[in-house]
Structures are given as structure tokens and as C-alpha cells.
């Protein structure tokens, strides 16, 4: 309705409504950007474990030995191999998100600044936890495929039957349907965390900004407005508070006290 309610507002900077919109667009492009990228990397590991269970395992020899672990070997190394490919990928748009979160505290104060040592230790901070976050999530893809083989060997099921219960979005309980959910949930929660900490540094660096109002994201559970609503922070008491949980889109903007227009 293009009021703003902030308790107080930025003289001479875009209503509140506009900037929610113009970082709304930006979240939602990166988030997508993101999911689609692990979405493709994860479709053609199940595309490549598909190959593996096609061509080479042996089902007439696994049952007799009942010993799988050795063809699972491979499995473990397509693992790691996407993994190496899934980190550069999200650390990009992590990178992406922490700068859009600097460029945004320049607009909302009116501050211009330029990058410190604290933004190279935020993303390295950054980095490295979505290094963890990738190689977390692939070894739960792994360990979920595996035991489906197992299983399905167990079950004396066919090659066709075992990739069923691994490739599929519709079958309920399958690798893929699961952890394409996990991986978009990784995406959307991820970009905020590394948005909200550019912004939270950018109002630091501003010198402007000594506290920030949270404002609820657009899908909120009880924890955000537990946790957030009505309430005010400093900024090093808003450091890690958002995102409060997966998919959370609830943001901070700044209180800017004692300020004249020029």
C-alpha cells in the first residue's frame, strides 16, 4: 500500500515496500538459480547410478556371496565426484547472495563502502559451511541409495525394479523424490543466510546502523514470530538469528537514529 511503518524511517531512501520487492526478485532469482543447478547435478548422479546398476552389477553373483560392498565402491566414488562438482557451484551463488546483501545496506543507508577483511572472513565462514552442507546432504543420497540396492537385492527384485525405487519423483519413498526437496531446501534457506549476513555487515561497515528491526518472511512458523516479531536487535544480537529455519525468508532492515536531511 506503499506506506511505511518502520519505527524509523530512512530519509530519502526507497519505502520499505519497494525494497522488500526489489530483494524479493533478487532472493527468489538466486534461490532458483541455486535449486535448478543441484537439481541438475543431482539428476545426473541418479542418471550415472542408473548406469552403474544397468551395466555392471552382477545380480546372480551378489546373491550367491551375499558381499556388496565391493560394488558399492563405485557408488562412493560418483559420490565424491559430484560433491567436487557441487561445491564450487553453491559457493558462487552463496558469494552472489553475501555481495547482493552488501549492495543492498548501500541503498537502504546511503552509505557507499567497499569490502574489508570482515566480508573475506564472512565468506570464507560461508564457504566452508556449505562445503559441510553439500558433502552432508551427497552422503545421505549415497547411504539412501545403497540401502535401496540392498533391499532391493534382499527383495530377489530385478535391475529395472531396483532403479524404480531409486529414480522417480511420483514413487513415495524413493532417493529422488526425497532429495530433491532436501536439496531445494538447502537452496532457498542458504541464500538468505549468506543475503542476511552481507546485509548485517554492510549496516556495520555503514557506521550509520547500530541496531535493525526484523521484518517476517512471507511463510512463517511459530518460531519466527517467537523469535522475531515486534522485536529489535543489536547487530551483533542479529548475527545467526535468521534464517530461523528451512525455507525461512524473514529479513532485517535498519534503524537509523538521529538522522537529518541533507
Not at 543431482?42 to 546373491?63: A, H, M, Q, S, W
Request: proline share 3%; glycine share 8%.
Amino acid at each position: 500500500n506503499g506506506i511505511d511503518t518502520r519505527k524509523n524511517k530512512l530519509i530519502g531512501r526507497p519505502l520499505i515496500g519497494e525494497q522488500k520487492h526489489a530483494t524479493f526478485n533478487k532472493v527468489f532469482q538466486l534461490e532458483n538459480k541455486y535449486t535448478k543447478e543441484l537439481w541438475g547435478l543431482f539428476d545426473n548422479l541418479i542418471y550415472d547410478v542408473e548406469g552403474i546398476l544397468t551395466r555392471k552389477l552382477d545380480l546372480n553373483n551378489l546373491r550367491k556371496t551375499n558381499n556388496i560392498d565391493k560394488e558399492m565402491e563405485e557408488i562412493d566414488a560418483l559420490i565424491k565426484e559430484y560433491i567436487s562438482k557441487a561445491v564450487p557451484v553453491a559457493n558462487g551463488i552463496i558469494f552472489e547472495a553475501y555481495n547482493f546483501g552488501l549492495e543492498r545496506a548501500k541503498v537502504e543507508t546511503g552509505i557507499q563502502f567497499s569490502k574489508s577483511s570482515m566480508d573475506t572472513e564472512a565468506i570464507n565462514f560461508l564457504d566452508k559451511y556449505n562445503i559441510n552442507l553439500m558433502e552432508g546432504a551427497f552422503s545421505e543420497v549415497s547411504n539412501r541409495i545403497k540401502s535401496q540396492i540392498r533391499l532391493g537385492i534382499q527383495a530377489q527384485e530385478s535391475i529395472p525394479d531396483i532403479v524404480k525405487r531409486i529414480k522417480g519423483k511420483k514413487i513415495t519413498g524413493s532417493v529422488e523424490r526425497n532429495y530433491r526437496g532436501r536439496f531445494e531446501n538447502i537452496a532457498r534457506t542458504e541464500v538468505n543466510r549468506a543475503m542476511t549476513e552481507g546485509h548485517i555487515n554492510g549496516y556495520e561497515r555503514s557506521g550509520v546502523v547500530q541496531k535493525v528491526e526484523a521484518l517476517i518472511g512471507a511463510d512463517p512458523d511459530g518460531l519466527c514470530h517467537l523469535n522475531l516479531e515486534g522485536k529489535t536487535f543489536t547487530l551483533d544480537e542479529a548475527r545467526g538469528k535468521i534464517p530461523v529455519h528451512p525455507r525461512c525468508s524473514c529479513s532485517f532492515i535498519p534503524i537509523i537514529e538521529n538522522r537529518i536531511n541533507a
